[in-house]
């Protein structure tokens, strides 16, 4: 029975890839080249340290540990500042009406990010309260599609796993939602968020109905 819905962060309740992208951006060219936002596209759900490496890659250079520490730091300045701005009107369609119906359902909800900047983005667009377990990049050492996040959640909300449904919108929280031996909720396309036990364009297009078919599939 399904006791626990379990939220990636961005791309899921916000997209905040615009901030990202823009802050990965000025990064980039400080050093001296371009920045995409195709390349951007592949940096999500992936860790700050984890999307700083690639860029470099991409960009064609080499930086040692403790310098990677100061770039990764000034990005993530520049990126607090465009997030302190947020509204709650930024939330993504669905997701605050779909929060609400699964508590009022009787579930419990978790965050599972790999976000360290999640409380702040859940406090600037006011949904904290909808949240019975933070689970983020603050409390988690291996990066999705490590199944730590989830399996972090479930056992902050007293959960057993196989009573959680995880909702991503990135293939690696899609791989770490089945590890954890969770069911899996795709927030995008079918052909991208293969391995989904459904997919769905948007949580707008999500349901307590839909939830409870789900778990009367398996
Ligand atoms: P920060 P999610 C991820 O959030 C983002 O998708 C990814 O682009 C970002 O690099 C990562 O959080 C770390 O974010 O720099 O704020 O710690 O999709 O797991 O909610
Ligand atoms: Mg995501």
Same mark, same amino acid.
């Given at each position: 029975? +399904?006791?626990?819905?379990?939220?990636?962060?961005?791309?899921?309740?916000?997209?905040?890839?615009?901030?990202?992208?823009?802050?990965?951006?000025?990064?980039?060219?400080?050093?001296?080249?371009?920045? /995409?936002?195709?390349?951007?596209?592949?940096?999500?759900?992936?860790?700050?340290? %984890?999307?700083?490496?690639?860029?470099?890659?991409?960009?064609?250079?080499? @930086? !040692?540990?403790?310098?990677?520490?100061?770039?990764?730091? %000034?990005?993530?300045?520049?990126?607090?500042?465009? +997030?302190?701005?947020?509204? #709650?009107?930024?939330?993504? =369609?669905?997701?605050?009406?779909?929060?609400?119906?699964?508590?009022?359902?009787? $579930?419990?909800?978790?965050?599972?990010?790999?976000? @360290?900047?999640?409380?702040?983005?859940?406090?600037? /667009? @006011? $949904?904290?309260? $909808?949240?019975?377990?933070?689970?983020?990049?603050? /409390?988690?050492?291996?990066?999705? =599609?490590? =199944?730590?996040?989830? &399996?972090?959640?479930?056992?902050?909300?007293?959960?057993? #796993?196989?009573?959680?449904?995880?909702?991503?919108?990135?293939?690696?929280?899609?791989?770490?939602? %089945?590890?954890?031996?969770?069911?899996?909720?795709?927030?995008?396309?079918?052909? !991208? &968020? !293969?391995?989904?036990?459904?997919?769905? =364009?948007?949580?707008?297009?999500?349901?307590?109905?839909? $939830?409870?078919?789900?778990?009367?599939?398996?």
């Amino acid at each position: 029975m +399904i006791q626990a819905c379990i939220f990636d962060l961005d791309g899921v309740i916000v997209d905040t890839a615009v901030y990202h992208y823009l802050a990965w951006k000025r990064l980039a060219n400080e050093l001296g080249f371009d920045f /995409t936002e195709a390349q951007n596209e592949r940096l999500k759900g992936i860790s700050r340290m %984890r999307s700083l490496e690639l860029i470099l890659e991409w960009g064609g250079i080499r @930086k !040692t540990a403790a310098e990677q520490e100061v770039l990764a730091t %000034r990005k993530n300045e520049w990126y607090v500042e465009m +997030i302190s701005h947020m509204t #709650p009107q930024e939330i993504l =369609p669905g997701a605050k009406a779909f929060l609400e119906a699964a508590r009022n359902a009787g $579930l419990k909800t978790a965050l599972g990010s790999a976000s @360290k900047n999640s409380s702040a983005i859940l406090e600037r /667009t @006011k $949904l904290l309260p $909808l949240f019975d377990a933070i689970v983020d990049g603050n /409390t988690v050492t291996a990066s999705k =599609p490590d =199944p730590e996040v989830f &399996l972090k959640g479930a056992a902050a909300l007293g959960i057993a #796993p196989a009573d959680c449904v995880v909702f991503e919108d990135a293939i690696a929280g899609i791989t770490a939602a %089945r590890a954890a031996g969770m069911k899996a909720v795709g927030i995008g396309q079918q052909e !991208t &968020l !293969t391995g989904a036990d459904m997919v769905v =364009p948007g949580l707008q297009f999500m349901s307590i109905e839909k $939830l409870n078919k789900l778990a009367a599939n398996s």
